[in-house]
């Protein structure tokens, strides 16, 4: 039985840090592309950031370019958002995504994954 499991969300000022953190079971970690989405309140699902094996070079969302950073860890089974300067637009639920055979033009469309963990709340406020 797949597993994913996310923690690190919390309440941060504009301008903060977090770092989330996804842990996956029940799969062959390194075999499965790893994804990050995320979804505000009224909002449509979102991508955030990806990572395909084939590559191991993350993909990210314009919105989040060049302040969020997806690591993985294989030996642990678990992959990593680092967010900075975070704003209010990025409060959402994030959740952590698998999925398998995600060609690089597909990492957005959360279609593509078949296995979603629970999300963890994140809020940006003052």
């Known amino acids: 039985q797949v597993q994913l499991v996310e923690s690190g969300g919390g309440l941060v000022q504009p301008g903060g840090s977090l770092r989330l953190s996804c842990a996956a079971s029940?799969?062959?970690?390194?075999?499965?592309?790893m994804a990050w989405f995320r979804q505000g309140p009224g909002k449509e699902r979102e991508f955030v950031a990806a990572?395909?094996?084939?590559?191991?070079?993350?993909s990210y969302g314009d919105s989040v370019k060049g302040r969020f950073t997806l690591s993985k860890d294989n030996a642990k089974n678990t992959i990593f958002l680092q967010m900075n300067s975070l704003k209010f637009e990025d409060t959402a639920v994030y959740y952590c995504?698998?999925?398998?055979?995600?060609?690089?033009?597909?990492?957005?469309?959360?279609?593509?994954?078949?296995?979603w963990g629970q999300g963890t709340q994140v809020t940006v406020s003052s």
């Open positions: 990572i395909r094996p084939q590559s191991g070079y993350p």
């Open positions: 995504a698998a999925g398998q055979g995600i060609i690089l033009s597909s990492v957005a469309d959360p279609k593509r994954y078949a296995y």
């Open positions: 029940g799969l062959n970690f390194r075999n499965y592309a």
